[in-house]
Each structure stands twice: as C-alpha cells, then as structure tokens.
C-alpha cells in the first residue's frame, strides 16, 4: 500500500512538471529580427536567484559590459554566477529586476530562436558527440560547407593539428577521426563558426 502512496505521488509531481507553462517561450515566433548583429552583450543592475532557490540572490546589482569581438573567460569559485552570466545572454531566464542587452537592445524584445542562433559558447564541460571532426565542427550550423569548416579549423589553429592526427579519412567530404583528442579540438571550432 506504501508503494502504490509513493506512486501517485511520484507520478502527481510528474504530470505537474508536464503541465507547467514556462514563462519564456522557446517556440514563441515573436520578436524582432535585426538585419545585422554587432554582438556587444551589457548585463545592467541585474537581480537575479533561480526559480528553485528564490531565497538565494545569485546577482545583486550585477554589471557587466563585453564589447563585440573581445575574449573573455569568466572565473570565479563554484556558485559565484558563471553559467548564471550564460543562462542570462541565452534566456533560459530572466533577471527579476535589470536588464540583459545586446548591442544596446532588451534580448526580451528579440526573437528567442534566432537570437540563440547567433550565439556560439564553448562551455567549461564542452559536449562532444562521437561522430565525425566534421559533425562536429557543423553542429552549431547544419548548413555549413566543408568551406567553412575548413575555415573555422583555420581560425582555431585547429587545421594543422587535424591533418597530422593518425587514422583521419577524408572520404567525400567526410572527415572521420579515430583519435578522440580531435573532439576537444572540434568544441573550440564549433563556436569559431558563429564569429
């Protein structure tokens, strides 16, 4: 009788999760599309604590300005708000107070799926996906020519390192690896792609 209590419970928290509305709409078609994108990201006085924890302020008055083209690495002890920057510029959320902007204009007032489509990031935990140097250079672009993942190769400094990897094919315009060091290469090159 305990399982069948715990069950239902289990499965009431599951139909809830499954109901839940969130309050950012991936799919929403609406927003403004710019011609072109500088990429200049500001983070203004934002406040910010997740939904799960909204007792625990992540930013309090947060700031931050990145000028297009610069690199930058954000550093900090574990829970100081480095993926929380992230989740901010890609609009997973939204700050409680503030505002998140790119090139001077609200990311609210954009449309969520081609504002996510001129974003590229190489993460602290990069995903690879065990397939080929090409897939996976073209994973953040689907349409990408061997043209430009050739270039993106170029532009990581990755080229030279991928031609002399033992047992790499090039078998119409396929780039197979068998030595997955190429995979660490590929996440740099991923986001080269979108610069």
């Not at 239902?8 to 609406?30: G, M, N």
């Not at 625990?56 to 930058?72: C, E, K, P, R, Y």
């Amino acid at each position: 009788m305990a399982a069948f209590a715990e069950g239902q419970s289990a499965a009431y928290r599951l139909f809830a999760t499954i109901k839940r509305k969130p309050e950012i709409d991936p799919d929403d078609p609406t927003g403004k599309q710019l011609e072109d994108i500088k990429g200049d990201v500001d983070l203004k006085e934002v406040y910010f604590s997740y939904p799960a924890r909204p007792e625990q302020l992540i930013f309090d008055g947060f700031s931050l300005h990145v000028s297009s083209g610069t690199t930058m690495a954000i550093v900090g002890e574990s829970g100081s708000g480095k993926s929380t920057v992230i989740s901010l510029v890609e609009r997973f959320y939204d700050p409680q107070a503030g505002e998140v902007l790119i090139d001077g204009i609200n990311i609210k007032s954009l449309r969520l799926d081609w504002i996510r489509g001129k974003i590229g990031l190489v993460n602290q935990e990069p995903l690879l996906f065990m397939t080929s140097i090409k897939d996976n250079i073209s994973y953040g672009k689907e349409d990408a020519t061997i043209e430009e993942i050739k270039r993106a190769a170029e532009l990581a400094n990755a080229a030279n390192f991928i031609d002399k990897l033992p047992n790499v094919c090039h078998r119409s315009n396929e780039i197979t690896p068998v030595n997955p060091i190429s995979y660490i290469i590929s996440s740099v090159v991923i986001f080269l792609l979108f610069l």
